[in-house]
């Protein structure tokens, strides 16, 4: 009886593998020794259905295992099972119960049933196709006000009242706080939409094809995360017609342009709240109880205590269940998303999605289906597919409405890799674990990085090491998803958290083999269509201290495998672990890896045909 065994990631346990459209049949198997005393029943449960719990029998099939096949008929959502098995012996009955382990497809047996974790099983509404410029991009993330000044002066586009501005680019981001610890001073170095434009022939050399642009909206502070006016760019990036002119600059290079929308919060000094008066005595929520904006916000004593994002003063949050709120973000008409989608940008990122409803997420998705050739992406910071927020699983990959999510996770993977924090078993383990959660064109829709604004920079973390950097890179590049490399990783720029990691991009200082091998990843995704459209399989030895890639599809390859080791490795193919343990994977890589070696601390990349 201790031989029980399921795999949800392998085909002969579970096919098809990962997540399913709704009205799919699929088919699942278990391995039970003495199968004659023995009966099987696969349990069942849709959450969020009226039909409850399911229990169905399992058929007896050769080779000790016992199937079911089952039809995703209750519609698209989250699908729980596991398994009940009966021994019968000399009039006696045994129950045992087999599911999740926490970690893999592989499983373990449980005693009790209020002590399994079920399988999760993804059915979604439709696949979540993206248009083939965001499939085939490499992307660039740009932090405004820290890339590049365009002016012939350089001198700064309207200074905001109560700021201040660096002596020089290379200076150390600093705030100035008050006692409780406030910033009450912001702080600029003044890039801009010019800049931008300017550095054009930079991102092409780079080999972009598209950028995502932090808020450019009207704020007080340096981030824009704190929206003053969702109608006008910032007058330190410069004016509108500027920012028409970068889009267009940036379209006839071939380079799309995607927004930060932010729509849970605005700023307290913004047009809608108003707080200290900026847009005069009778506008704006916190100045006026009869303001067409008061609507939008919880006040628990008016005016100074109201409802804030996350408990930041700065950031009033916004009602966004508020038809009004809603009409004027994602209207058919006069909103603020018509305006920049038909003013040429080529999709969104939502900021704080887990702040924004699944309604007003599915508003926003709506209306960018008016245009051709748009794309949505979310910020969440975990596994999108059994999200909760607010007490609520939200519905972020069934369909109709985010297309993909910023691969956070990603991030932390390739970190404790690199630094061996977590052991490469469990790694890989968790990759292929948001491959089987997610629908395939979702997971192939991730917006990967290794850093953000949010994050410390990723050439800190690893130390300053330029080989541990190529490395990164390496493993970005090759997972499945599009690449986003953060403004200023393949310049040199170090940094902790913000706002360390916020610093001017260094022009007159180029790391030029940071750069080089940054560019040398952006080449190999362009070269190579199996880094964009490949099937994903990873494997490891732990004895080794190997960890690597394969990208395939029909007729071609790529391999790239790291000894994260401190000796030279002959790679041996019998030590070689992976998840996804199908036969003709390990015969390519028998054939390819047999005599290659491995230097300490070193990589390898292989490309071919099959």
């Not at 009886?1 to 997540?19: C, Q, V």
């Not at 490469?424 to 990085?449: A, G, H, S, T």
């Amino acid at each position: 009886m201790t031989h029980i065994y399921f795999n949800s990631w392998l085909e002969r346990y579970k096919r098809p593998f990962g997540a399913v459209q709704e009205g799919t049949k699929v088919d699942i198997w278990i391995s039970v020794p003495e199968q004659k005393q023995a009966k099987v029943f696969l349990i069942v449960r849709k959450e969020g259905s009226s039909v409850g719990q399911k229990i169905f029998p399992m058929e007896a099939v050769p080779e000790d295992r016992f199937h079911f096949q089952t039809t995703m008929d209750q519609g698209w959502g989250l699908y729980f099972y596991y398994f009940k098995i009966i021994h019968e012996s000399e009039g006696y009955e045994t129950v045992q119960y087999y599911g999740f382990n926490g970690n893999g497809g592989e499983g373990q047996i449980y005693g009790a049933e209020n002590e399994v974790i079920p399988y999760q099983l993804t059915c979604y509404q439709k696949p979540e196709t993206a248009p083939n410029w965001y499939r085939d991009a490499v992307f660039y993330q740009i932090f405004p006000d820290r890339f590049a000044n365009g002016n012939a002066d350089r001198k700064i586009n309207q200074p905001k009242k109560n700021s201040f501005i660096y002596g020089t680019e290379e200076d150390t981001p600093y705030y100035i706080r008050n006692e409780k610890n406030e910033i009450v001073r912001w702080d600029f170095f003044g890039g801009n939409f010019k800049g931008i434009e300017k550095k054009i022939p930079y991102l092409k050399e780079l080999g972009i094809t598209a950028v995502y642009l932090n808020p450019i909206f009207e704020a007080t502070s340096n981030h824009r995360y704190d929206t003053n006016d969702y109608f006008k760019v910032d007058s330190v990036l410069g004016t509108e017609e500027d920012f028409r002119s970068l889009i267009a600059a940036l379209h006839t290079a071939g380079i799309a342009i995607l927004l930060d929308g932010v729509f849970s919060h605005v700023g307290k000094d913004s047009l809608y709240f108003n707080k200290s008066g900026f847009y005069g005595e009778t506008v704006g929520a916190a100045k006026n109880p009869d303001s067409k904006y008061f609507d939008w916000f919880t006040f628990n004593h008016y005016p100074d205590d109201y409802k804030a994002w996350w408990g930041v003063a700065d950031l009033p949050e916004v009602k966004k269940e508020n038809p009004h709120f809603q009409e004027f973000i994602y209207g058919d008409y006069d909103s603020v998303l018509s305006k920049w989608t038909s003013m040429g940008v080529d999709g969104w990122r939502l900021d704080v999605a887990d702040e924004l409803t699944d309604d007003f997420i599915a508003g926003i998705r709506k209306n960018l289906l008016a245009y051709q050739e748009k794309v949505l992406i979310g910020e969440v910071w975990e596994d999108a597919s059994n999200k909760v927020a607010y007490d609520t699983r939200r519905k972020y990959v069934f369909g109709d409405h985010l297309q993909g999510v910023m691969n956070y996770p990603l991030r932390q993977q390739i970190s404790d890799l690199l630094k061996h924090s977590r052991s490469l078993k469990d790694i890989c383990e968790e990759m292929v674990r948001y491959q089987e959660n997610y629908p395939v064109d979702f997971y192939y829709n991730q917006l990967n990085n290794i850093g953000t604004h949010d994050t410390e920079r990723i050439l800190t973390m690893l130390n300053g090491s330029v080989e541990a950097m190529d490395q990164a890179w390496g493993l970005m590049f090759m997972m499945p998803g599009i690449p986003c490399v953060y403004y200023g990783d393949e310049a040199g720029l170090t940094g902790g958290k913000d706002p360390d990691n916020r610093k001017f991009f260094p022009w007159q200082s180029i790391d030029s083999n940071l750069f080089k091998n940054c560019q040398k990843w952006v080449e190999r995704r362009k070269k190579y269509d199996v880094l964009k459209k490949g099937h994903f399989f990873p494997f490891y030895s732990q004895a080794q201290q190997i960890f690597g890639i394969i990208r395939y599809l029909d007729h071609s390859y790529v391999i790239y495998a790291l000894n994260l080791s401190e000796h030279e490795q002959h790679i041996k193919i019998g030590e070689l672990s992976s998840p996804l343990a199908y036969q003709g994977d390990y015969e390519v890589l028998d054939r390819i890896l047999e005599d290659e070696v491995l230097a300490p601390n070193g990589s390898l990349f292989v490309s071919g045909s099959i």
